[in-house]
């Protein structure tokens, strides 16, 4: 299955609208997701990590947020950034946002970034668990974009998902009812079924596509996340 198909990364964007109630349920490892005290800790751990590693980056000046979904790093950008701009393909998430950072001064912008051209420049552009679902075919139109966006010593900072490096034999995500090669079939709570690009770096192997594509990157990782900054050569 070619993983850059259009009618794939269509798929991709109808899951993630019909998701927007459940998504924090992720997040916030209720639900179908509790995995229980200890798991939960160690998450909230591992996230105070990247936070901490996204506030030594200072996202400051003029910040772009690329597939900002329901907020969660919103809320951190809006507290340094001067203006911020938010961009996602999914009007039900961004209205989420929005409620969840409560500022009138954070523009939101409706747009598929796969077809989005930016209309100004960024000291910072920030996007989380979004790598992942750019198709490997496109990695380089992608961080052409981010190029685009920025201003000359303008920097970028990521996090996404990272295999898990101490697998449990007896769980698994409950919504991928089917692994393929950088791809899920994924399953609502409702029961729908979507294709999801799900393409899993590792942080060595991230470092190098980046810096193939003209950049400089220091990305690092903890069990469950990959993360880390990107500016120019």
Known sequence: MDVSDDDLLAEQRSYYRAR???YDEWWQRRGRYDRGEEQLLEWQRQVAVVDDALTSFGAKGLVLELAGGTGWWTE??????????VVDSSPEVLALNQERV???DVNYVVEDLFDWQADSKYDAVFFSFWLSHVPRARLGEFWSLVDSCLTPSGRAFLIDNRNDQVPSTTTK?????QYDTDLHLRRLSGGSRYRVVSVMYEPGELQSLIEAEGWTTEI?????FIFGSAGRL
């Open 20 to 22: 927007t109630p459940e």
């Open 76 to 85: 951190r950008l809006a507290r340094t950034a001067d203006r911020l701009t």
């Open 102 to 104: 409560g500022r009138s």
């Open 173 to 177: 995500d409950p919504f991928v009812v």
């Open 220 to 224: 690092q990782a903890t069990r469950w």
